[in-house]
């Protein structure tokens, strides 16, 4: 039986192999699941690209690792102030 994480790669077929598309798939899975804010702990983090993360809630602009967001690592980039 298929694995979780390894539904979005059926996109790639009988191409690459399994153990690279195993690997693509973690990732994926891992890159998208719902991650917390380190500021505002707000669960809902979206990525704007690799290692750049964006909180909804506090406006934040913070960079972390490249397919999660990691508690002790996160630096706050920019903040936008409300007027």
């Known amino acids: 039986m298929a694995e979780k994480h390894e539904k979005g790669i059926k996109r790639y077929g009988v191409r690459y192999g399994r153990t690279t598309k195993k690997k ?43 397919y999660n967001v990691t508690k002790p690592g996160a630096v706050k980039t920019e903040q936008s102030l409300e007027v």
């Open 24 to 66: 693509l798939g973690h990732i994926e899975a891992q890159q998208k699941k719902a991650h917390t804010c380190p500021y505002c702990r707000y669960p809902k983090v979206s990525r704007k690209s690799a290692g750049i993360w964006h909180c909804g809630k506090c406006k934040s602009t913070f960079t972390s690792r490249a």
